[in-house]
């Protein structure tokens, strides 16, 4: 019996043993990743005082959802979905752009990017936070939660709807981007998220109905 008959067995195992080894490695970082998923909110009825740009305002939201690890692996943790950054695409009922560019969306926790604002005795002073000011709304879902974003509000008795970013704060009039101007109708949006390496997309109905009560998001069959 010479020495590579003799070697051959554990050479195999150890070979054997780095493989599986590896695959479990492999196996625990993909359970490990987000595993993000799209999903309609509620529509947002919201009244403001005087003094804002509108008195009455319907948002329409889509939620961002990390789905936790299923219940016979949480002894592990799944990874939080880092620096998500979200696109909204609107669409004709056809599937045909109607602007020429993605919409950056806003996520509803995020800052609004206005300046700051205090009182000092009889004044009121503002100060200017540049990452406030960022056109880009980036934010983190921990694994099990969730995170909204808008979509676009209808204001007022206005009928049309805007697409709502953190443009809409520099629009002229305010909220109201013209860029982003939807006449009643139904449309197709895309939304696309891209975090820690991973995307997600989902096409939804938007119904902008005469009626504000009727302004809805509807799941694309």
């Known amino acids: 019996m010479n020495w590579i008959t003799v070697a ?8 054997l043993g780095a493989a599986s080894s590896l695959c479990i ?12 998923c799209l999903a309609i909110a509620p529509p947002r009825d919201q009244a403001y005082p005087a003094g804002y740009p509108a008195s009455k305002v319907r948002f329409l939201e889509v939620s961002l959802r990390n789905k936790p690890l299923p219940s016979w692996l949480r002894w592990m943790s799944r990874s939080s979905a880092s620096s998500c950054r979200a696109t909204i695409d609107f669409l004709k009922e056809d599937g045909t752009n109607i602007f020429t560019r993605s919409m950056a969306a806003r996520w509803s926790a995020s800052p609004q990017p206005v ?8 004044n009121v002073a503002q100060i200017l936070d540049v990452n406030r000011l960022n056109m880009a709304s980036v934010i983190d879902v921990p694994p099990g939660e969730s995170e909204s974003m808008g979509v676009v509000g209808r204001f007022d008795e206005n009928t049309d709807c805007f697409g709502w970013s953190n443009e809409s704060y520099f629009s002229n009039p305010p909220w109201r ?8 109708g139904r449309y197709l949006i895309r939304i696309t998220v891209r975090a820690s390496g991973e995307k997600c997309s989902e096409l939804f109905w938007l119904i ?3 009626q504000i009560a009727d302004v809805r998001l509807e799941p694309h069959a």
Request: net charge positive; aromatic share 16%.
């Open 208 to 210: 902008n109905a005469p």
């Open 8 to 15: 051959l067995p554990y050479f195999l195992a150890f070979v």
């Open 115 to 122: 300046p700051l604002q205090f009182r000092l005795g009889d």
């Open 25 to 36: 490695v492999v196996l625990v970082e993909w359970l490990r990743k987000p595993r993000l």
């Open 177 to 184: 981007n013209p860029d982003w101007k939807l006449s009643i």
